[in-house]
């Protein structure tokens, strides 16, 4: 499969403990984002990358949220001290900008479950 | 963020076709319309995306009005498999999908 990756798929931790998603982007793709969703809502924008530059992160949620993308390739993102609140779905997809304005697509990868107990 | 306007749901019966409005009054003349679809516990699939002009694909179909501040999405005929949540966005030039609440679909069998 060469879609978007997720891992892991489900991650159930504790309050106050942190926690990390890894993306692996389609592999020619040079964007890459990050959104959240939770239940009965559409996905919540959070920051993206081109390529190892994050060209917006003012949507992350707070300043427990950060996520990397060290050589261009796959991304991280991870939640420090985690609260009940962080739980949901956290989604990354990736594109291809090699035309600006062109309206290409992005792809979602399955997204990774989290529950805060 | 950019806002787009749909129906909370509907619903269809299977073979038959499917009209999804969209709003989108506050369009500028460079955004792409775009539509995308999730499956319950599955990430978006994109649907389709356009300008201007009308676009079909083997997905479905997208309609735009002349004055740009509407579309509707067809689904030529519906299945099982197009039951999901479908969201219209309109993309601002770096490509920042802003989701709303989309409309969920139900196709009865």
């Known amino acids: 499969d060469t879609g978007v990756s997720q891992d892991p798929r489900h991650k159930i931790t504790k309050r106050g403990q942190n926690v990390t998603f890894r993306c692996d982007p389609i592999s020619e793709h040079n964007r890459l984002y990050w959104y959240r969703q939770t239940l009965g809502q559409g996905p919540e924008f959070l920051t993206y990358?081109?390529?190892?530059?994050?060209?917006?992160k003012s949507r992350l949620l707070s300043d427990r949220f950060s996520a990397e993308r060290p050589k261009g390739s796959f991304s991280t993102l991870e939640i420090q001290r985690t609260e009940q609140g962080d739980s949901a779905m956290y989604l990354c997809a990736s594109s291809w900008d090699w035309a600006p304005n062109s309206g290409n697509t992005i792809y979602f990868g399955e997204g990774s479950w989290l529950t805060v107990v | 963020d950019a806002k787009t306007t749909q129906p909370n749901s509907m619903e269809s019966n299977e073979e038959e076709p499917v009209h999804l409005p969209c709003n989108h009054s506050?369009?500028?003349?460079?955004?792409?319309i775009h539509w995308y679809r999730q499956l319950p516990s599955q990430g978006p699939e994109y649907v389709i995306h356009g300008l201007t002009s009308n676009v079909n694909n083997r997905m479905a179909s997208l309609a735009i009005a002349e004055d740009r501040k509407s579309s509707t999405l067809i689904l030529h005929r519906a299945t099982l498999r197009d039951a999901a949540v479908y969201y219209c966005?309109?993309?601002?030039?770096?490509?920042?999908?802003?989701f709303g609440a989309g409309t969920t679909v139900t196709v009865r069998a």
């Open positions: 966005m309109q993309a601002t030039n770096d490509y920042k999908l802003s």
């Open positions: 506050t369009i500028s003349g460079t955004d792409y």
């Open positions: 990358f081109q390529n190892e530059a994050q060209l917006e």
